[in-house]
């Protein structure tokens, strides 16, 4: 540190040292690391630890319940295939129905225009 005392214009400074070592004290505080650690990080970490926990406990419970759901979705889906089939099945045994009664109704045009073309025969005779 440099020797503010010494000026040109006082003499009795001048076989003084320009610089002068002065013992310098500082008050210092040091903290514990492992209180600190206790006092603040400690409650922040268990806060965490409850907050996953919760957070684990509430998607395991979101997970079943869209489980179940999905799965009962799928029931009504096979409840609703199972009669869109069994409607097909019917209409399918009309549809055969409907085929014979137009093959029987066919023939009996058949058999009514041979009727009507005998009975015009008759009629002009």
Same mark, same amino acid.
């Given at each position: 540190? *440099?020797?503010?005392? *010494? *000026?040109?214009? *006082?003499?009795?400074?001048?076989?003084e040292d320009s610089y002068i070592e002065e013992d310098v004290y500082e008050y210092r505080e040091y903290v514990d690391l492992t209180k600190i650690r206790e006092e603040f990080l400690a409650p922040i970490r268990f806060s965490l630890e409850e907050n996953f926990n919760s957070t684990k406990d509430y998607a395991e419970r979101e997970k079943n319940n869209l489980k179940a759901y999905f799965i009962s979705e799928i029931n009504q889906l096979e409840q609703l295939m199972k009669s869109r089939v069994q409607e097909i099945k019917q209409l399918a045994s009309h549809s055969n129905e409907l085929k014979e009664r137009i093959e029987e109704n066919k023939k009996k045009k058949q058999w009514l225009d041979n009727f009507v073309a005998r009975l015009d025969s008759i009629l002009d005779i």
């Open positions: 540190m *440099k020797n503010h005392r *010494k *000026k040109w214009y *006082k003499p009795w400074t001048w076989f």
